[in-house]
């Protein structure tokens, strides 16, 4: 069993915004298996379902990015999910558009999801998915940024980015982590 948390904010007005990349993430995996419906619960929306025989939860916090922990934590309580079946999806400043890096363990690097999460689960060591959105040019302050929309340009680069991260996922939902992130890290 595993559980994919892709982090964002709910509403249309961010829906198609950098931070939000976790969200799109997730909801490209649930269609590509149709998993779904997903449903108000634990703070967020869930969906379970199953690929390739293995038991999958789909989780996207209502709480906006900055308290993603409290979605997460109260899915580990009610589902009693360890957290090393978990993997986090979510953007990433350091890391150029389109590329994704994988990593087990590390600090929040300045993300306030990635900080909650910590938070919450009381530790840095979780598996995670972390999608490249670039910085912005010089001048530009980050908060504008990533709650901005992608260019016409990055969605047209974007399936590939959804289906190798999809590709990913699954890979993960058979093999351990060090093996994906040995597979899909650039």
Known sequence: MKCFIGLGNP????EDTRHNIGF???????KKWNIGPFQKKCKGLLAE??????KVY???????????????????????????DVVVLYDDLDTEYGKIRL?????????????????H?????FNRMRIGISR???GRQVVDYVLQSFSKEEFKQMEPILDKLSDAMEYSLAND?????AKFNA
């Open 103 to 119: 990593r087990y363990k590390g600090s929040a690097g300045g993300h306030n999801g990635i900080k909650s999460i910590i938070g």
């Open 136 to 138: 912005p040019q010089p």
């Open 49 to 54: 379902g199953h690929v390739n025989g293995q």
């Open 177 to 181: 982590f060090e093996r994906t992130m």
């Open 58 to 84: 789909l989780l996207k916090p209502l709480t906006y990015m900055n308290l993603s922990g409290e979605s997460l934590r109260a899915l580990m309580d009610f589902y009693k999910i360890d957290i090393a």
């Open 24 to 30: 799109m993430a997730v909801d490209h995996f649930a």
């Open 121 to 125: 689960t009381g530790t840095q060591e």
């Open 11 to 14: 509403g249309g007005q961010y």
